[in-house]
């Protein structure tokens, strides 16, 4: 497996975990609450085979911002929260930023 490869099934078991939050209902819940931890667990494994080769910054760029824009948009179709045009341009200022980092960066090695 490739360390991008880690990394996207890190943040997408991140997204799981975070997207089961609401349903735990302040961790009350045995059933969503361990399939959140577990997603947790299954997200932090994923992101340290990343950071075998991929450096942290970089990772935590690419991290944060996939991931924030992904449970956004499972909220969006799973809790029915819905976001004004301010959320959505702050959005896609966060997703730019991890492409100028990804493609213009030299002070992250690649």
């Keep these: 497996m490739t360390a991008y490869g880690a990394l996207v099934l890190g943040i997408v078991s991140e997204v799981i975990g975070s997207s089961l939050l609401p349903k735990t209902q302040q961790f009350t819940k ?7 931890i577990a997603s947790f667990i299954i997200a932090l494994f994923f992101l340290s085979h990343a950071l075998k080769l991929i ?28 976001f004004d045009l301010p959320a959505i341009i702050g959005m896609l200022f966060i997703i730019c930023g991890v492409v100028v980092i990804n493609v213009f960066s030299n002070s992250i090695g690649h």
Aim: include cysteine.
């Design 30 to 36: 045995l059933g969503p609450t361990a399939a959140a």
């Design 55 to 82: 450096p942290l910054g970089l990772t935590y760029a690419i991290w944060c911002g996939i991931g924030m824009v992904l449970t956004a948009a499972v909220s969006v179709f799973l809790y029915r929260s819905p």
